[in-house]
């Protein structure tokens, strides 16, 4: 079993993985992205109501594409938190079922479970809602590619792309 870490120590991880997920990938950053809570092998990140992200200026409703990448970067971060060392990944699938429109002005929860990693794999499961998870807006299933930390690819001899 895994200890939780101290409050200001899980503080202080919060912040740096804030600042690799806004740093290391611009999207997450454009997207105003900000990881809440953690664990291993889970993340839980919020996406802001904002007007650049309404796919429908009529009902106010934020863009279905804002909500993937929401999902799609949180299940990742599962994935990163479930290895424990940083090592390159990358999404293979992801399926998400929409469940509902968001409601205008409000913003998105997404929490996401690396349930399982092979050597090459993780499986992830993520929900994106806004107060409460049994009454989601979508539901995800993805899968990513875990890259050798040798930096060789699957395949002995060739370059990890």
């Not at 993340?43 to 594409?65: K, Q, R």
């Not at 806004?130 to 807006?137: A, F, G, L």
Request: glycine share 10%; net charge negative.
């Amino acid at each position: 079993m895994v200890e939780e870490p101290a409050a200001d120590e899980k503080a202080a991880r919060l912040a740096l993985l804030n600042q690799a997920f806004a740093d290391g990938i611009p999207h997450n950053h454009a997207l105003g992205l900000r990881i809440v809570d953690f664990a291993e092998g889970s993340m839980t990140m919020l996406l802001p109501y904002a007007a650049h992200l309404v796919g429908n200026p009529e009902t106010g409703v934020m863009h279905g594409g804002a909500i993937t990448a929401t999902l799609d970067a949180c299940a990742g971060g599962a994935v990163y938190m479930r290895l424990g060392d940083p090592t390159g990944i990358a999404t293979l699938d992801l399926r998400i079922d929409y469940l509902r429109p968001a409601t205008p002005g409000r913003d998105v929860v997404c929490r996401a479970e690396c349930y399982r990693t092979t050597k090459n794999v993780g499986f992830v499961r993520a929900l994106a809602y806004h107060e409460r998870p049994d009454d989601p807006i979508a539901a995800a299933a993805g899968a990513f590619m875990i890259f050798p930390k040798s930096g060789r690819s699957l395949r002995e001899g060739e370059a990890a792309p």
